[in-house]
């Protein structure tokens, strides 16, 4: 019959292999959303042992970038803007630098850009799994207060620090428009700048006596064009 012709034509035709890198090809935007921990530690020799705190909070921000993949894998660049609810405040009383002090301080994360790539390969026609590589600043509040040798004092400061970030994550495409991701990211931090009363200084050398690092996990959803 008609029917069965046509069923046998079907099966002795060699399958034509479909193209499945358009699912993560392109211009995209989206949203995205997180837990963000800030995590300073100083080295003994400023006092004596090592210290160390973190804090976390929600992270929340905009990204945007653009995808090109060939036989599976892609290649892409990406920019984005964030923000983070992070506070941290600690406190110190004893010896510093043959003073005798007793300070709090505290931290307040603020907002924080980030430009770089990113390479993946696909495992399937609607899922890829990808690492990338950039370079982030991020923007935080000082406030130290406390005595030095008995005299009072109280100082405020906005931060930029600069470094790189690295991350890796996975993404699902629903469809050729519409996507969500995972993704977890580690923030070093290796350089900075200060502004305190209108005077700028470079604090790139605390980073000689401590480290500032920040780990995300954030989730986003997004659109391709």
Do not use: C, W
Request: net charge negative.
């Amino acid at each position: 019959s008609a029917l069965l012709a046509s069923l046998a034509a079907m099966a002795a035709t060699p399958a034509i292999p479909q193209d499945t890198s358009g699912n993560f090809d392109g211009f995209h935007v989206e949203a995205v959303a997180g837990y963000d921990i800030v995590e300073i530690s100083i080295d003994e020799d400023v006092f004596g042992e090592t210290l160390s705190d973190d804090q976390g909070g929600f992270a929340y921000g905009v990204a945007a970038g653009y995808d090109v993949s060939i036989g599976g894998t892609l290649l892409g660049v990406e920019i984005e803007y964030a923000d983070s609810g992070v506070g941290i405040e600690d406190s110190y009383v004893g010896e510093l630098l043959d003073s005798e002090v007793d300070i709090a301080a505290s931290l307040d994360a603020g907002r924080d850009l980030y430009a770089g790539i990113r390479l993946g390969g696909q495992l399937s026609d609607r899922s890829l799994v990808y690492v990338k590589a950039g370079y982030t600043n991020a923007r935080a509040k000082f406030s130290v207060t406390g005595t030095v040798d008995g005299e009072t004092f109280a100082n405020s400061a906005s931060a930029t620090f600069d470094g790189l970030r690295l991350g890796v994550g996975s993404e699902f495409a629903f469809s050729k428009n519409a996507f969500a991701k995972v993704e977890y990211r580690l923030s070093m931090y290796g350089d900075g700048e200060a502004e305190m009363d209108g005077e700028n200084a470079d604090i790139g050398e605390i980073f000689e006596y401590g480290d500032l690092n920040r780990h995300q996990i954030v989730l986003g959803l997004g659109l391709r064009f």
